[in-house]
């Protein structure tokens, strides 16, 4: 079973999925709700690689600067002018202002800052997600739904995890992506059989790891028809207010859908929020546009998570594949900048209200210490309760520590 075979047919059960709920089979009133108090994490993913240093580290006068102000937050920090509601909150979240990557394309950027290790051809990495829905999707036997979602946009693969711990994509709106939605009882009866025929021939066959792996993903799908726990998809449930809170926009609400999920049990939940490429009138766009619409929605998930009392038990990391370039560029834009940046991450009982570490005054460089991907992922599991110890075998029979032994970020650490 080939790769691309393998995919179709995890698309086509994940349709099945999709298809019964469209067709209206519905699912009780009142969601279980699993114990309370557990670890999970939420990734707000800002693709594209959004100016750090006009939001969470200006320099104000200095040639690099540009036009925006700082002000003061409810932690010992500040942050841009633009973040009103994010400045009430920043009690509960901390910046890590002292990043400092070597991955300044996208796709490379992308794969390093969710797995912790540069791109290789000869091995896949699992992403934070997975690595993170696998140490603690135990803990939690009664989960019926994927324990890694992604809202909104594609998050990186299990890699040599497997598919079981693939992150199962949907939009703002609780649909799974990019599928078709329109399969009548009949023929969904019947492809449930054809499908359920053709997996048991393939284990018995003995064709390798694939095949098992790829029935307990169909499994899984096949579940969500009937789970009553389906219904923490359903941000539309929500009350007015509450929808018009966190923002009546995709990011917002794939923030609510990402408390909702953690609410129900998911460990890991990620919810992007696309459009930081600015090579090109970046202060316009980010006044106008992104950062409204940042600020809103990730404000209400943090206040939304501390009245819940869930913000002890949730990291919440905020984060790009890269930051800009300090020098801004003729077209009124930033380019990409990997060598001195920030991200934000607060929750699960790290240290919070505080700024780790500084650049200098024009934002060129890190001035100390300075972290990696790798040192935020081991941070992050840490504060879930995951060891650094934990190594995995890649297919190859190479043993991989988790978070590629990333070292801790020792100011966020109690």
């Given at each position: 079973?080939?790769?691309?075979?393998?995919?179709?047919?995890?698309?086509?059960?994940?349709?099945?999925?999709?298809?019964?709920?469209a067709m209206g089979?519905?699912?009780?009133?009142?969601a279980t709700t699993?114990?309370?108090?557990?670890?999970?994490?939420?990734?707000?993913?800002?693709?594209?690689?959004?100016?750090?240093?006009?939001?969470?580290?200006?320099?104000?006068?200095?040639?690099?600067?540009?036009?925006?102000?700082?002000?003061?937050?409810?932690?010992?920090?500040?942050?841009?002018?633009?973040?009103?509601?994010?400045?009430?909150?920043?009690?509960?979240?901390?910046?890590?202002?002292?990043?400092?990557?070597?991955?300044?394309?996208?796709?490379?950027?992308?794969?390093?800052?969710?797995?912790?290790?540069?791109?290789?051809?000869?091995?896949?990495?699992?992403?934070?997600?997975?690595?993170?829905?696998?140490?603690?999707?135990?803990?939690?036997?009664?989960?019926?739904?994927?324990?890694?979602?992604?809202?909104?946009?594609?998050?990186?693969?299990?890699?040599?995890?497997?598919?079981?711990?693939?992150?199962?994509?949907?939009?703002?709106?609780?649909?799974?992506?990019?599928?078709?939605?329109?399969?009548?009882?009949?023929?969904?009866?019947?492809?449930?059989?054809?499908?359920?025929?053709?997996?048991?021939?393939?284990?018995?066959?003995?064709?390798?790891?694939?095949?098992?792996?790829?029935?307990?993903?169909?499994?899984?799908?096949?579940?969500?028809?009937?789970?009553?726990?389906?219904?923490?998809?359903?941000?539309?449930?929500?009350?007015?207010?509450?929808?018009?809170?966190?923002?009546?926009?995709?990011?917002?609400?794939?923030?609510?859908?990402?408390?909702?999920?953690?609410?129900?049990?998911?460990?890991?939940?990620?919810?992007?929020?696309?459009?930081?490429?600015?090579?090109?009138?970046?202060?316009?766009?980010?006044?106008?546009?992104?950062?409204?619409?940042?600020?809103?929605?990730?404000?209400?998930?943090?206040?939304?998570?501390?009245?819940?009392?869930?913000?002890?038990?949730?990291?919440?990391?905020?984060?790009?594949?890269?930051?800009?370039?300090?020098?801004?560029?003729?077209?009124?834009?930033?380019?990409?900048?990997?060598?001195?940046?920030?991200?934000v991450v607060g929750?699960?009982?790290?240290?919070?209200?505080?700024?780790?570490?500084?650049?200098?005054?024009?934002?060129?460089?890190?001035?100390?210490?300075?972290?990696?991907?790798?040192?935020?992922?081991?941070?992050?599991?840490?504060?879930?309760?995951?060891?650094?110890?934990?190594?995995?075998?890649?297919?190859?029979?190479?043993?991989?520590?988790?978070?590629?032994?990333?070292?801790?970020?020792?100011?966020?650490?109690?």
């Open positions: 079973m080939n790769r691309r075979h393998f995919m179709s047919h995890l698309a086509g059960a994940s349709a099945l999925a999709g298809s019964a709920l089979q519905t699912l009780q009133a009142n699993l114990k309370k108090n557990r670890k999970a994490a939420i990734l707000l993913w800002m693709g594209g690689g959004p100016s750090t240093m006009d939001i969470w580290d200006l320099k104000p006068g200095a040639a690099t600067g540009g036009p925006f102000r700082p002000i003061s937050t409810n932690g010992d920090v500040q942050i841009c002018e633009h973040m009103p509601m994010m400045a009430k909150n920043m009690d509960k979240m901390s910046i890590v202002r002292s990043m400092s990557t070597r991955e300044a394309d996208h796709m490379r950027g992308r794969y390093y800052m969710h797995t912790g290790y540069v791109p290789n051809p000869n091995v896949k990495h699992p992403s934070y997600g997975s690595v993170i829905a696998h140490e603690l999707a135990a803990s939690r036997p009664d989960l019926e739904i994927p324990p890694f979602v992604s809202v909104g946009g594609n998050s990186e693969g299990p890699g040599f995890l497997g598919m079981s711990w693939a992150p199962f994509s949907v939009n703002s709106n609780g649909q799974v992506r990019n599928l078709d939605m329109g399969i009548a009882p009949d023929r969904l009866t019947q492809r449930v059989q054809a499908l359920k025929m053709m997996e048991t021939g393939f284990i018995d066959d003995n064709r390798g790891i694939a095949a098992s792996e790829h029935a307990k993903v169909i499994g899984k799908t096949l579940s969500l028809m009937t789970s009553e726990q389906m219904r923490a998809f359903k941000v539309m449930q929500e009350p007015e207010p509450i929808q018009e809170r966190y923002g009546k926009n995709n990011f917002g609400r794939g923030c609510l859908m990402a408390r909702r999920l953690v609410e129900a049990g998911v460990p890991f939940v990620e919810v992007s929020l696309g459009g930081w490429d600015n090579h090109q009138n970046i202060f316009p766009t980010l006044q106008d546009n992104k950062l409204p619409e940042l600020d809103k929605g990730m404000s209400a998930l943090m206040e939304d998570l501390a009245e819940r009392s869930m913000l002890d038990d949730v990291a919440v990391i905020w984060m790009g594949e890269f930051s800009r370039t300090p020098r801004i560029n003729g077209n009124s834009g930033r380019d990409h900048w990997a060598r001195s940046w920030s991200a929750g699960a009982g790290l240290n919070s209200g505080i700024a780790v570490g500084k650049t200098n005054e024009d934002g060129t460089r890190v001035d100390g210490m300075s972290y990696t991907s790798e040192d935020m992922m081991a941070t992050v599991c840490n504060a879930l309760g995951i060891s650094l110890e934990t190594t995995f075998t890649s297919q190859s029979g190479r043993p991989m520590k988790i978070a590629n032994s990333g070292k801790l970020i020792k100011e966020l650490v109690s």
